[in-house]
Protein backbone atom coordinates (compact mmCIF):
# COMPACT_ATOMS: atom_id res chain seq x y z
CA UNK A 1 0.00 0.00 0.00
CA UNK A 2 1.30 3.53 -1.27
CA UNK A 3 -0.94 6.19 -2.56
CA UNK A 4 -3.29 5.96 -5.37
CA UNK A 5 -1.89 6.09 -8.80
CA UNK A 6 -2.99 5.73 -12.25
CA UNK A 7 -1.73 5.04 -15.37
CA UNK A 8 -3.08 4.27 -19.16
CA UNK A 9 -6.66 5.12 -20.40
CA UNK A 10 -9.80 4.19 -17.98
CA UNK A 11 -13.14 5.81 -17.86
CA UNK A 12 -14.33 8.83 -16.55
CA UNK A 13 -16.84 6.09 -14.41
CA UNK A 14 -15.96 2.77 -12.58
CA UNK A 15 -18.05 -0.19 -14.28
CA UNK A 16 -19.14 1.88 -16.72
CA UNK A 17 -18.90 0.95 -20.78
CA UNK A 18 -14.99 1.02 -21.91
CA UNK A 19 -14.74 0.68 -25.65
CA UNK A 20 -12.00 -0.31 -27.97
CA UNK A 21 -11.29 1.24 -30.91
CA UNK A 22 -13.29 -1.72 -33.04
CA UNK A 23 -16.15 -0.97 -30.50
CA UNK A 24 -15.86 -4.10 -28.34
CA UNK A 25 -15.40 -3.50 -24.50
CA UNK A 26 -12.63 -3.53 -22.68
CA UNK A 27 -12.65 -6.33 -19.88
CA UNK A 28 -12.88 -4.69 -16.39
CA UNK A 29 -10.99 -6.99 -13.16
CA UNK A 30 -11.20 -5.43 -10.29
CA UNK A 31 -8.16 -6.97 -8.09
CA UNK A 32 -8.82 -6.55 -4.09
CA UNK A 33 -7.41 -7.34 -0.69
CA UNK A 34 -8.94 -8.72 2.38
CA UNK A 35 -11.96 -9.84 0.51
CA UNK A 36 -13.56 -6.45 -0.52
CA UNK A 37 -12.02 -4.51 2.76
CA UNK A 38 -8.06 -4.16 1.65
CA UNK A 39 -6.63 -1.93 -0.85
CA UNK A 40 -7.69 -2.72 -4.69
CA UNK A 41 -7.16 -1.42 -8.28
CA UNK A 42 -9.28 -2.36 -11.28
CA UNK A 43 -7.50 -2.96 -14.62
CA UNK A 44 -9.00 -2.65 -17.54
CA UNK A 45 -7.94 -5.79 -20.12
CA UNK A 46 -7.92 -6.09 -23.92
CA UNK A 47 -8.98 -9.68 -23.54
CA UNK A 48 -10.93 -11.45 -21.13
CA UNK A 49 -8.21 -12.72 -18.67
CA UNK A 50 -10.78 -15.76 -17.50
CA UNK A 51 -10.36 -16.81 -21.16
CA UNK A 52 -7.88 -20.10 -20.21
CA UNK A 53 -6.28 -22.28 -23.07
CA UNK A 54 -5.01 -25.17 -21.33
CA UNK A 55 -3.65 -26.16 -18.01
CA UNK A 56 -0.57 -28.11 -17.49
CA UNK A 57 0.64 -30.63 -14.55
CA UNK A 58 1.54 -28.71 -11.57
CA UNK A 59 5.17 -28.79 -10.07
CA UNK A 60 5.58 -29.25 -6.65
CA UNK A 61 7.53 -25.84 -5.35
CA UNK A 62 8.16 -25.82 -1.21
CA UNK A 63 9.87 -26.15 1.55
CA UNK A 64 10.30 -27.81 4.30
CA UNK A 65 11.58 -26.77 8.25
CA UNK A 66 14.37 -28.35 9.57
CA UNK A 67 12.94 -28.65 12.78
CA UNK A 68 15.82 -31.02 14.10
CA UNK A 69 17.65 -28.09 13.79
CA UNK A 70 16.74 -26.91 17.03
CA UNK A 71 17.34 -23.70 19.74
CA UNK A 72 21.10 -22.53 17.98
CA UNK A 73 22.22 -19.18 17.19
CA UNK A 74 22.57 -19.58 13.87
CA UNK A 75 25.02 -18.20 10.78
CA UNK A 76 24.40 -19.01 7.39
CA UNK A 77 26.84 -18.43 4.83
CA UNK A 78 25.29 -18.15 1.80
CA UNK A 79 28.09 -16.14 -0.71
CA UNK A 80 29.12 -19.26 -2.71
CA UNK A 81 25.69 -20.28 -3.79
CA UNK A 82 25.76 -22.32 -7.15
CA UNK A 83 23.35 -20.71 -9.41
CA UNK A 84 24.38 -22.51 -12.85
CA UNK A 85 21.25 -23.53 -15.13
CA UNK A 86 18.73 -21.68 -13.06
CA UNK A 87 15.62 -19.48 -13.22
CA UNK A 88 14.13 -16.93 -11.11
CA UNK A 89 11.63 -19.74 -9.72
CA UNK A 90 13.95 -22.99 -9.84
CA UNK A 91 17.16 -20.56 -8.39
CA UNK A 92 15.30 -19.81 -5.21
CA UNK A 93 16.46 -20.89 -2.40
CA UNK A 94 14.16 -20.55 0.44
CA UNK A 95 16.32 -20.70 3.98
CA UNK A 96 13.98 -19.68 6.35
CA UNK A 97 10.22 -20.49 7.53
CA UNK A 98 6.77 -19.98 9.51
CA UNK A 99 3.36 -19.64 8.73
CA UNK A 100 3.35 -15.87 8.24
CA UNK A 101 6.89 -15.38 6.09
CA UNK A 102 9.27 -17.09 4.29
CA UNK A 103 12.87 -15.74 3.31
CA UNK A 104 15.74 -16.73 1.13
CA UNK A 105 17.70 -15.83 -1.83
CA UNK A 106 18.11 -16.19 -5.40
CA UNK A 107 20.39 -15.95 -8.08
CA UNK A 108 19.48 -17.36 -11.12
CA UNK A 109 21.60 -17.80 -14.27
CA UNK A 110 19.07 -17.13 -16.49
CA UNK A 111 18.27 -13.51 -16.38
CA UNK A 112 15.23 -12.87 -18.47
CA UNK A 113 12.10 -15.06 -17.76
CA UNK A 114 10.10 -16.46 -21.11
CA UNK A 115 7.46 -17.02 -18.76
CA UNK A 116 5.12 -14.82 -16.20
CA UNK A 117 4.79 -15.67 -12.43
CA UNK A 118 1.78 -15.20 -9.86
CA UNK A 119 2.09 -15.38 -6.62
CA UNK A 120 -1.13 -16.30 -5.30
CA UNK A 121 -0.09 -17.30 -1.70
CA UNK A 122 1.22 -14.13 -0.82
CA UNK A 123 2.97 -10.47 -1.15
CA UNK A 124 6.55 -10.44 -2.30
CA UNK A 125 9.54 -8.66 -1.08
CA UNK A 126 12.62 -8.81 -3.55
CA UNK A 127 15.42 -7.04 -2.09
CA UNK A 128 18.10 -6.29 -4.54
CA UNK A 129 21.35 -7.17 -3.51
CA UNK A 130 23.07 -7.22 -7.05
CA UNK A 131 21.98 -6.61 -10.11
CA UNK A 132 19.67 -4.37 -12.45
CA UNK A 133 16.72 -4.39 -14.96
CA UNK A 134 12.82 -4.42 -15.60
CA UNK A 135 9.63 -5.69 -13.70
CA UNK A 136 7.30 -5.87 -16.62
CA UNK A 137 4.23 -5.74 -14.78
CA UNK A 138 -0.28 -5.89 -15.62
CA UNK A 139 0.55 -2.20 -13.88
CA UNK A 140 3.55 -1.45 -16.39
CA UNK A 141 7.50 -0.99 -16.56
CA UNK A 142 9.42 -0.54 -12.93
CA UNK A 143 13.21 -0.11 -13.46
CA UNK A 144 14.76 -1.50 -10.29
CA UNK A 145 18.26 -1.17 -9.39
CA UNK A 146 21.09 -2.78 -6.73
CA UNK A 147 19.87 -1.09 -3.11
CA UNK A 148 15.90 -1.27 -3.90
CA UNK A 149 13.17 -3.05 -1.87
CA UNK A 150 10.77 -4.32 -4.73
CA UNK A 151 7.34 -5.14 -2.86
CA UNK A 152 5.39 -7.01 -5.68
CA UNK A 153 1.18 -7.59 -4.04
CA UNK A 154 -0.13 -11.04 -4.80
CA UNK A 155 -1.75 -11.82 -7.68
CA UNK A 156 0.22 -9.76 -9.66
CA UNK A 157 1.54 -11.15 -12.49
CA UNK A 158 4.91 -9.86 -13.75
CA UNK A 159 8.05 -11.77 -15.47
CA UNK A 160 11.71 -9.40 -14.80
CA UNK A 161 14.78 -8.76 -17.24
CA UNK A 162 17.97 -8.55 -15.70
CA UNK A 163 20.69 -7.19 -16.99
CA UNK A 164 22.67 -9.68 -18.46
CA UNK A 165 25.77 -8.29 -17.21
CA UNK A 166 27.38 -8.88 -13.42
CA UNK A 167 26.61 -10.46 -10.46
CA UNK A 168 22.61 -10.62 -9.66
CA UNK A 169 21.72 -11.73 -6.43
CA UNK A 170 18.18 -11.61 -4.70
CA UNK A 171 16.95 -11.57 -1.26
CA UNK A 172 13.31 -13.02 -1.53
CA UNK A 173 10.66 -12.74 1.27
CA UNK A 174 7.18 -14.17 1.01
CA UNK A 175 4.63 -12.97 3.00
CA UNK A 176 0.98 -14.47 4.00
CA UNK A 177 0.09 -11.30 4.90
CA UNK A 178 0.32 -7.34 2.86
CA UNK A 179 3.75 -5.75 2.97
CA UNK A 180 2.55 -2.48 3.65
CA UNK A 181 4.98 0.64 4.84
CA UNK A 182 5.06 1.56 8.75
CA UNK A 183 1.44 2.48 10.11
CA UNK A 184 2.70 4.58 13.24
CA UNK A 185 4.37 6.84 10.45
CA UNK A 186 1.15 7.42 8.77
CA UNK A 187 -1.77 10.20 9.36
CA UNK A 188 -5.37 9.11 9.71
CA UNK A 189 -5.78 9.60 5.86
CA UNK A 190 -2.88 7.06 5.18
CA UNK A 191 0.10 9.55 4.23
CA UNK A 192 3.36 8.94 5.33
CA UNK A 193 4.38 11.76 8.23
CA UNK A 194 7.04 14.21 9.01
CA UNK A 195 9.11 11.76 11.19
CA UNK A 196 8.90 8.44 8.77
CA UNK A 197 12.11 7.23 7.72
CA UNK A 198 10.70 7.92 3.75
CA UNK A 199 8.17 9.60 2.50
CA UNK A 200 5.72 9.23 -0.45
CA UNK A 201 8.47 10.73 -3.19
CA UNK A 202 10.77 7.79 -2.19
CA UNK A 203 8.16 5.53 -3.58
CA UNK A 204 8.30 4.25 -7.42
CA UNK A 205 5.56 2.92 -8.65
CA UNK A 206 5.28 1.97 -12.65
CA UNK A 207 6.20 4.44 -14.68
CA UNK A 208 4.44 3.61 -17.53
CA UNK A 209 2.42 0.96 -19.40
CA UNK A 210 3.88 -1.99 -21.41
CA UNK A 211 0.64 -3.14 -23.12
CA UNK A 212 1.30 -6.74 -25.27
CA UNK A 213 -1.21 -6.69 -27.66
CA UNK A 214 0.08 -9.81 -30.07
CA UNK A 215 -1.97 -13.24 -29.65
CA UNK A 216 0.13 -16.11 -29.10
CA UNK A 217 1.36 -19.14 -26.55
CA UNK A 218 1.43 -17.51 -22.81
CA UNK A 219 2.81 -19.27 -19.86
CA UNK A 220 1.51 -18.05 -16.47
CA UNK A 221 3.52 -19.97 -13.57
CA UNK A 222 0.81 -19.87 -10.30
CA UNK A 223 2.40 -20.47 -7.01
CA UNK A 224 -0.32 -21.46 -4.83
CA UNK A 225 -0.34 -24.06 -1.70
CA UNK A 226 3.25 -25.67 -2.82
CA UNK A 227 2.74 -26.03 -6.17
CA UNK A 228 3.71 -24.40 -9.54
CA UNK A 229 0.43 -24.84 -11.58
CA UNK A 230 0.94 -23.91 -15.17
CA UNK A 231 -2.16 -22.09 -17.03
CA UNK A 232 -1.24 -21.36 -20.81
CA UNK A 233 -3.47 -18.17 -22.38
CA UNK A 234 -3.43 -17.43 -25.96
CA UNK A 235 -2.73 -13.71 -25.05
CA UNK A 236 -0.23 -12.23 -22.81
CA UNK A 237 -1.38 -11.15 -19.42
CA UNK A 238 -0.03 -7.94 -19.82
CA UNK A 239 -2.69 -6.53 -22.47
CA UNK A 240 -3.77 -3.58 -19.34
CA UNK A 241 -4.36 -0.18 -21.36
CA UNK A 242 -5.11 1.34 -17.40
CA UNK A 243 -5.79 0.71 -14.52
CA UNK A 244 -6.03 3.08 -10.91
CA UNK A 245 -5.98 2.37 -7.19
CA UNK A 246 -3.77 1.89 -4.13
CA UNK A 247 -2.36 -1.81 -5.35
CA UNK A 248 0.58 -2.20 -7.69
CA UNK A 249 4.39 -3.03 -7.22
CA UNK A 250 6.43 -0.34 -6.28
CA UNK A 251 10.35 0.08 -5.21
CA UNK A 252 11.94 1.85 -2.53
CA UNK A 253 15.35 2.40 -2.34
CA UNK A 254 17.75 1.08 0.83
CA UNK A 255 19.41 4.55 -0.03
CA UNK A 256 16.68 6.47 0.10
CA UNK A 257 15.78 5.55 4.16
CA UNK A 258 16.97 8.10 6.37
CA UNK A 259 18.28 6.75 9.66
CA UNK A 260 17.05 7.98 13.20
CA UNK A 261 19.90 8.49 15.83
CA UNK A 262 20.55 9.40 18.67
CA UNK A 263 22.75 10.49 21.92
CA UNK A 264 22.44 6.62 22.99
CA UNK A 265 21.89 3.40 21.03
CA UNK A 266 18.46 3.63 19.35
CA UNK A 267 16.64 0.15 19.25
CA UNK A 268 15.65 -1.79 16.20
CA UNK A 269 11.91 -0.12 15.98
CA UNK A 270 13.63 3.10 14.50
CA UNK A 271 14.86 1.35 11.27
CA UNK A 272 11.70 -0.32 10.64
CA UNK A 273 10.70 0.05 6.68
CA UNK A 274 7.97 -2.33 6.47
CA UNK A 275 5.22 -4.14 8.68
CA UNK A 276 2.86 -7.58 7.60
CA UNK A 277 1.34 -10.16 9.49
CA UNK A 278 3.61 -11.71 12.31
CA UNK A 279 7.06 -10.04 10.97
CA UNK A 280 8.62 -6.56 10.43
CA UNK A 281 11.59 -5.72 7.91
CA UNK A 282 13.98 -2.84 9.04
CA UNK A 283 16.64 -1.37 7.14
CA UNK A 284 20.40 -0.68 8.89
CA UNK A 285 21.76 2.04 6.45
CA UNK A 286 24.80 4.24 7.13
CA UNK A 287 24.29 6.57 10.09
CA UNK A 288 26.22 8.43 12.15
CA UNK A 289 26.85 6.55 15.70
CA UNK A 290 25.54 7.78 18.99
CA UNK A 291 26.94 10.92 20.35
CA UNK A 292 26.62 10.85 24.35
CA UNK A 293 29.80 11.73 25.45
CA UNK A 294 29.96 8.37 27.04
CA UNK A 295 28.09 6.32 24.29
CA UNK A 296 28.65 2.98 23.44
CA UNK A 297 28.06 2.77 19.71
CA UNK A 298 27.87 -1.63 19.90
CA UNK A 299 24.54 -2.70 20.75
CA UNK A 300 23.67 -4.17 24.36
CA UNK A 301 22.98 -7.72 24.82
CA UNK A 302 19.69 -8.71 24.68
CA UNK A 303 16.73 -11.17 25.05
CA UNK A 304 14.32 -10.34 22.33
CA UNK A 305 11.86 -13.21 23.70
CA UNK A 306 9.06 -13.28 21.39
CA UNK A 307 10.98 -12.42 18.06
CA UNK A 308 13.53 -14.18 16.25
CA UNK A 309 15.88 -11.98 14.44
CA UNK A 310 17.37 -12.79 11.18
CA UNK A 311 19.90 -10.06 9.86
CA UNK A 312 20.99 -10.31 5.96
CA UNK A 313 24.35 -8.83 5.80
CA UNK A 314 24.03 -6.04 2.23
CA UNK A 315 27.26 -3.98 2.77
CA UNK A 316 29.82 -2.95 4.56
CA UNK A 317 31.49 -3.65 7.83
CA UNK A 318 29.40 -4.98 10.89
CA UNK A 319 30.93 -3.76 13.56
CA UNK A 320 29.37 -6.23 16.33
CA UNK A 321 30.36 -9.18 14.40
CA UNK A 322 32.80 -11.24 13.53
CA UNK A 323 33.23 -13.73 10.58
CA UNK A 324 30.45 -12.87 8.56
CA UNK A 325 30.57 -12.53 4.78
CA UNK A 326 28.65 -9.84 2.47
CA UNK A 327 25.75 -12.08 2.09
CA UNK A 328 25.66 -13.47 5.64
CA UNK A 329 22.65 -14.73 7.18
CA UNK A 330 22.62 -14.47 11.35
CA UNK A 331 19.75 -16.10 12.92
CA UNK A 332 19.37 -15.07 16.54
CA UNK A 333 16.54 -17.10 18.44
CA UNK A 334 14.45 -15.98 20.98
CA UNK A 335 14.83 -18.69 23.91
CA UNK A 336 18.54 -17.32 24.11
CA UNK A 337 20.30 -13.69 24.68
CA UNK A 338 22.63 -12.52 22.16
CA UNK A 339 24.55 -9.56 21.81
CA UNK A 340 28.35 -8.30 20.02
CA UNK A 341 30.68 -10.56 19.41
CA UNK A 342 33.58 -10.10 22.20
CA UNK A 343 36.80 -7.13 21.60
CA UNK A 344 33.63 -5.06 19.47
CA UNK A 345 32.11 -3.17 22.11
CA UNK A 346 35.57 -1.78 23.49
CA UNK A 347 36.53 -1.48 19.64
CA UNK A 348 33.07 0.48 19.46
CA UNK A 349 33.79 3.20 21.97
CA UNK A 350 34.79 6.40 19.96
CA UNK A 351 33.48 5.53 16.56
CA UNK A 352 31.66 8.22 14.31
CA UNK A 353 30.05 6.54 11.98
CA UNK A 354 29.17 3.40 10.34
CA UNK A 355 29.07 2.54 6.24
CA UNK A 356 27.18 -1.05 6.94
CA UNK A 357 23.64 -1.66 5.28
CA UNK A 358 22.04 -4.55 6.09
CA UNK A 359 18.18 -5.99 5.73
CA UNK A 360 17.22 -7.36 9.37
CA UNK A 361 13.74 -9.79 9.28
CA UNK A 362 12.37 -10.21 12.92
CA UNK A 363 9.31 -12.43 13.03
CA UNK A 364 6.98 -12.59 16.22
CA UNK A 365 6.13 -16.31 16.03
CA UNK A 366 9.04 -18.62 16.11
CA UNK A 367 11.08 -19.37 12.50
CA UNK A 368 12.51 -22.17 11.78
CA UNK A 369 15.14 -22.96 8.90
CA UNK A 370 14.67 -25.17 5.80
CA UNK A 371 16.52 -28.40 5.23
CA UNK A 372 17.57 -26.41 2.32
CA UNK A 373 19.39 -24.13 4.61
CA UNK A 374 21.29 -26.55 6.48
CA UNK A 375 24.06 -26.87 4.15
CA UNK A 376 24.97 -22.98 4.72
CA UNK A 377 25.13 -23.12 8.45
CA UNK A 378 28.14 -22.49 10.11
CA UNK A 379 28.92 -24.81 12.83
CA UNK A 380 31.18 -23.01 15.01
CA UNK A 381 28.51 -19.91 15.41
CA UNK A 382 27.03 -20.93 18.48
CA UNK A 383 30.26 -20.90 20.04
CA UNK A 384 31.64 -17.89 18.81
CA UNK A 385 31.13 -15.48 22.07
CA UNK A 386 33.33 -17.84 23.51
CA UNK A 387 37.18 -17.24 23.51
FE1 LIG B 1 19.50 -8.28 17.97
Not at 220 to 225: G, R, S
Not at 295 to 320: C, K, Q, R, T
Amino acid sequence: MAYYFRLGQIPPKRHTQFRQPDGSLYKEELVSSKGFSGIYSNLYHIYNPNEVKSIGTPKPFSWEPAKAHGLNQTHLKTSGVDTTGEDYLSARRMLMMNNDVMMGICSPRQRKMDYYFKNADGDELIYIHDGEGVLYSQFGKLEVKKGDYVVIPRTTIYRFEFAEEGPLRLLVIESHGPIETVKRYRNEVGQLLEHSPYCERDIRPPHELHIEREKGDYLVQIKKQGFLHQYSYGHSPLDIVGWDGYLYPYALSIHDFEPITGRIHQPPPVHQTFQAWGFVICSFVPRLFDYHPLAIPAPYNHSNIDSDEVLYYAEGEFMSRKGIDRGSFTIHMGGLPHGPHPGTVEKSIGAKETHEYAVMLDTHRPLFITTDALEFVDKNYPMSWTE
